[in-house]
């Protein structure tokens, strides 16, 4: 016997159903985040998901074009580039203008003093110890610089090229002036035998009427004299010689000479003369 229905199951004359708006397909889901390919020179395409090589300049399935990985710029200013140019050429200023820094003029005007190398060693060791981040943000603009062995090496070359010409400036300026110096101090040397010598000749001739035959003959006996090579006199002319040891600029002999004359009053004057010799070389009192 079937159930009576409820009052709520009732239909009522001309009642209708409350229509229900139809569901809305579920949305997909989205999908799953691919994984990191295990090899690392493998990676995921960027459109279709495939994989690929990570140098591959396109997918191989969709074909869409895969930007390639760039390494980031490498240049700038090397610490240690600066460093050697600072040790080696620092007191010419050059690690300064390696810098792009104009005050390394300073450097140059005042390199014969000796400051700007004492300096410039201690900026060398600075440069070599600082942090390379703290290093490329004030000289690279936080771009990393390169400290590859070819810089190293093009900066040692360039030193011992700078240097070398810096030595060989510097020798042909100190070995001529040294020269010179010597030679003086044995011109010099000669100089004051022959003052010791000349008063001899002289009162020789007051007294005898004559030249004397030699210095010895006029009581002069000559001490050993550093760089002097013989001490004579002209018997005929009563000059007196002073011959160095060594030629000089290319003459057979160089040195010095007294060379006597009567003063109004009689007396005898000497006038130094110099022979084989360059004006640098001359003492004084022969000029």
Request: proline share 9%; hydrophobic share 45%; with cysteine.
């Amino acid at each position: 016997m079937n159930d009576p229905l409820s009052p709520n199951d009732r239909q009522e004359p001309g009642w209708m159903p409350t229509p229900v708006a139809p569901l809305a397909p579920a949305a997909p889901a989205a999908p799953a985040a691919p994984r990191e390919p295990a090899n690392p020179n493998m990676v995921f395409c960027r459109h279709c998901g495939h994989t690929l090589h990570v140098t591959a300049p396109a997918c191989p399935k969709c074909g869409a074009p895969q930007a390639l990985p760039q390494a980031a710029p490498v240049g700038g200013k090397s610490k240690v580039v600066a460093g050697l140019l600072a040790l080696l050429l620092g007191g010419l200023g050059v690690h300064r203008f390696y810098l792009g820094q104009w005050w390394g003029v300073v450097y140059l005007l005042l390199c014969w003093t000796g400051l700007p190398a004492l300096v410039a060693i201690v900026e060398g060791i600075v440069f070599l110890c600082s942090d390379q981040k703290n290093w490329d943000a004030r000289h690279n603009g936080g771009r990393p610089s390169s400290n590859s062995a070819a810089g190293v090496v093009a900066a040692a070359v360039i030193a011992a090229f700078v240097g070398i010409a810096v030595v060989g400036i510097l020798a042909a300026i100190a070995i001529p002036a040294y020269q010179d110096y010597v030679t003086r101090a044995k011109a010099q040397s000669a100089h004051s035998q022959l003052l010791l010598a000349a008063p001899k000749v002289a009162e020789f001739v007051q007294s005898e009427q004559r030249i004397p035959s030699s210095l010895a003959e006029a009581g002069f006996r000559d001490a050993p004299s550093q760089g002097l090579n013989a001490l004579s006199l002209d018997p005929n002319t009563a000059v007196l010689t002073a011959t160095l040891l060594a030629p000089v600029g290319g003459h057979d002999e160089s040195g010095l000479r007294l060379i006597p004359s009567r003063s109004v009053d009689g007396d005898i004057e000497w006038q130094c003369e110099a022979f084989g010799l360059r004006e640098q070389q001359v003492p004084k009192a022969c000029r």
